[in-house]
């Protein structure tokens, strides 16, 4: 225990002495929660739309007028020619182009239907989604309110209509930030986890302060021992950090106590920093390290539920996802955070967490040898 | 009782393709309280043998025993006896002088004040600069923390793997001082180096070279094996001497020695004949001497024979 106390001692000392470490602990929170959950946004704004309008009627300037009136399209051409729309489209200057033939209102009013035609650059394929998606929604309203016009009598429109009207629970706004910034802040402990203790290790490792180590009694548990616990400190005053931005930028207040998301967060840390190490004793510079923990991070994003929902993967992806632990903690973060789960409702995850620490830590721990 | 004994130590790197080895069934013995040099350029196999004896590296065959403890069955108990100051300055940077004694010594359980007594004269050199960082120190200083921190929890043995590399000539002459100090406390010190001077402070020198030890004597000893008669001959134009020096049939070996060439005559009735034939060539400016051998003429000798 003497010994243990001696190494975390001489641990903090390094950390505090840096003043680079310091600051990166201190504003990658800051700036990754202040900044990112506003431009990692779902929704689709700002979608430049071309209409090729060949009919100048009034229900054409209706029609236009209702979908630029929402928000989320912008006229940006103009025009009567589709040739000329599909230009606008090729230089950038369109994403969609919505083409309205001349017989539009004449043939709404005289046949009771008429077509449009939608086409859209699929380049980027979530905003071409989205955005005719939004178009066609609109049209259906349009396509409603007219028919609402016209059909007097019967009074009852002869045809069964299905509407559907949605509540949005745990999250009534829908507001995506309520669920992005949890999730944000689960990639920055697992980052904080990973990189920093991997570098550390592989440090003492370059400039051969480990071998000075090793000569000496000191046992491999206490040194690894001496390593984790100044990082987990650290992870859990991020996270402190972290939950205070989210509370005073963003108003989110979680449903669920503290506690719970503590109570995880520790146990997930052990998981990560346990990861941190087994990668330390497989590289040999800090290059090697960061390397590792880069690709290995990556993955951890793209799979872990962030940005995309693991529902929608591959099965082979699903199956990827049961191995990655940052899967769990975002998964943790938004029940506790948005529903209010409980310790109870978690124990599954405490559980699987629980199992990641004890693999990882004794896969590290069994590599990690004092002599070669 | 000898303080480390080796026995057909064999250690090799790397897969039957491009296998190395390192060491090629290594036997020595050191002597209690005696400071053994072990001699030889780079590549030999020094800090290998080294990281052996100081249990970081385990061998493919062969035994060590270091103060009575074996280094594979009982390392633990080894690393509290031994210290042990790698080639490379291997001591936190950014940890103060202070700070890092200190640390090396409450992971050894001791402190500072109990063992000053043993440090002091080298303390004492760098005490002014204590709360200084490690990484800001000089060479010298950097050497003689790294001693104080290897010396702080008073070892049996102290393993020293090239201490005065990359140090000038006037540290290197205190250090060696202060290895005589610590001797004189009953210390076994085991010590590498590539500069055969230095050879000559020990009291029993080994010679590596690619993983074979030549020749294991005294200082003196080695000196006195040396058979052969030498000669250091001087003139104009060096370049062009040796080359004579070498094609002569007389001569077993000729070799630049400062400002002279050494020449390695193969038997003592030839020394007349090698002397008439130079000076009978037009070298102008010659100049030619007997010389004894020192211990840098006998390495040379035994790293060209074998």
């Not at chain 1, 203790?197 to 000569?215: D, H, L, M, W, Y």
């Not at chain 1, 509370?247 to 506690?259: H, L, R, T």
């Not at chain 2, 029993?204 to 030890?213: F, S, W, Y």
Request: aromatic content about 10%.
């Amino acid at each position: 225990m003497r010994t243990l106390k001696f190494l975390l001692q001489k641990e903090f000392r390094q950390i505090f002495r840096d003043p680079s470490i310091i600051r990166l602990i201190f504003m990658m929170p800051v700036i990754q929660l202040l900044i990112l959950p506003w431009a990692a946004d779902y929704e689709i704004k700002n979608i430049k739309l071309s209409v090729v309008d060949k009919d100048h009627s009034d229900y054409s300037r209706q029609l236009i007028a209702q979908v630029t009136s929402t928000g989320y399209f912008q006229l940006a051409v103009y025009t009567n020619s589709y040739p000329e729309a599909l230009e606008q489209v090729e230089s950038g200057n369109a994403d969609l182009i919505l083409e309205i033939p001349s017989s539009f209102e004449k043939e709404l009013i005289k046949e009771d239907e008429s077509t449009l035609f939608l086409a859209m650059n699929a380049i980027d394929g979530v905003k071409a989604n989205l955005g005719s998606a939004y178009l066609q929604s609109i049209i259906q309203d349009f396509n409603k309110e007219v028919r609402i016009e016209w059909i007097q009598f019967p009074r009852f429109s002869p045809e069964t209509q299905i509407e559907i009207t949605s509540s949005n629970w745990f999250n009534p706004l829908m507001n995506y930030k309520y669920f992005m910034v949890p999730g944000i802040l689960v990639i920055l402990l697992t980052m904080i986890g990973t990189n920093l203790s991997s570098i550390n290790i592989v440090r003492e490792k370059e400039i051969g302060t480990i071998e000075q180590i090793n000569v000496t009694p000191v046992k491999k548990f206490h040194f690894i021992l001496g390593k984790l616990l100044p990082f987990w400190l650290i992870g859990l005053v991020v996270l402190t950090i972290g939950l205070f931005i989210s509370w005073a930028a963003y108003g989110i207040v979680p449903v669920g106590s503290f506690i719970t998301i503590y109570a995880f967060a520790a146990l997930y840390l052990f998981a990560v920093l346990g990861l941190g190490l087994l990668i330390s004793t497989y590289a040999q510079t800090q290059q090697q390290a960061m390397l590792l923990s880069f690709f290995i991070m990556m993955v951890f994003i793209l799979l872990g539920g962030l940005y995309t929902s693991i529902d929608s993967m591959p099965d082979w992806a699903k199956w990827v996802t049961r191995f990655n632990p940052v899967s769990y903690f975002i998964e943790v973060m938004r029940m506790v955070v948005l529903k209010g789960s409980g310790l109870i409702d978690i124990k599954r995850h405490l559980l699987i967490m629980f199992g990641f620490a004890v693999v990882l830590n004794s896969w590290a721990i069994i590599n990690y040898r004092k002599r070669s | 009782m000898s303080s480390i004994s080796v026995k057909n130590i064999i250690k090799s790197y790397g897969k039957k393709k491009d296998k190395v080895i390192a060491l090629n069934d290594i036997s020595f013995e050191v002597k209690e309280g005696e400071i053994f040099g072990i001699i030889g350029p780079d590549g030999a196999g020094k800090t290998s043998l080294f990281r052996i004896l100081t249990t970081l590296l385990l061998a493919d065959s062969g035994t060590a025993i270091v103060d009575g403890l074996d280094v594979i069955k009982e390392f633990e108990k080894i690393r509290k006896r031994v210290g042990y100051m790698p080639g490379r300055f291997s001591l936190y940077q950014d940890l103060t002088v202070k700070e890092n004694l200190d640390f090396f010594a409450t992971i050894f359980n001791t402190s500072i004040e109990e063992n000053y007594s043993l440090i002091k004269d080298i303390y004492l050199q760098i005490e002014p600069f204590k709360d200084r960082r490690a990484g800001k120190l000089s060479g010298g200083m950097k050497q003689k923390l790294a001693l104080s921190c290897a010396l702080i929890h008073r070892p049996v043995v102290l393993f020293l793997d090239e201490p005065t590399t990359g140090v000038d000539a006037v540290s290197r002459k205190e250090f060696w001082e202060m290895l005589k100090g610590l001797k004189a406390q009953g210390i076994t010190i085991l010590v590498s180096t590539p500069y055969m001077d230095e050879a000559m402070l020990c009291d029993n020198v080994a010679l590596l070279q690619k993983g074979k030890v030549l020749s294991i004597n005294t200082p003196a000893g080695v000196i006195t094996d040396f058979k052969y008669p030498l000669m250091a001959v001087k003139a104009k134009g060096m370049l062009p001497l040796l080359e004579q020096l070498k094609a002569m049939e007389t001569v077993k070996d000729a070799y630049p020695f400062g400002e002279y060439h050494h020449v390695v005559i193969k038997n003592e009735q030839l020394v007349q004949q090698v002397r008439d034939t130079l000076s009978n060539s037009s070298l102008s400016d010659l100049q030619m001497k007997r010389v004894e051998a020192d211990i840098e003429d006998c390495f040379i000798d035994l790293m060209k024979e074998k």
